[in-house]
């Protein structure tokens, strides 16, 4: 076979099973990426690799998989762009987190979002009791949008954090 027909192959196929490990895992913490996430991104980058190019670590070899990984990426966007049900199979949906004042206990828990961050991101939109919220929702990257009843409804973005350690007096 073409080598550089076989690195194309070999690119395509780990392109999508990337994306379908990241669709199995979730995207809720990629708008928030901290130093483990980092990390195991050079690590699978650095793994699958050898599986893109194989033995082929000349200059062209790279610059063809890296060439079919933009194309894809692009390609799939616009594919996505165009045709709903494809959007949809790839893409998640917001989370209704409180409606008219009442927790969805069962949708925080399986998003793993505490009542002091969800608090706090009331606090953010300058809502102080659960009773005020009309609408929270946990946006597919990440934020969280809530909507009051009050006619003085403020433009305000929270975005979820995770937690990390401290770094002593450098924090």
Sequence with gaps: MNPYLDIILRSLAVYAFMLIAIRLTGKKELSQLNTTDVVLILLISNAVQNAMVGSDTSLLGGLVAAAVLFALNYALKK??????????????????????GHLDFATLSKLDISD????????????????????????????ISIITGSGDLKQTQYKRKKKHKSLGSLN
């Design 79 to 100: 594919l996505m762009f165009k045709s709903k049900k494809f959007r949809e199979l790839l893409s998640e949906k917001p989370e209704i987190l409180i409606h008219n």
């Design 116 to 143: 002091e961050e969800l608090r706090e991101a009331m606090r953010e939109h300058g809502v102080d009791k659960y009773k005020d919220v009309k609408l929270a929702m946990f946006e597919t990257d990440g934020n």
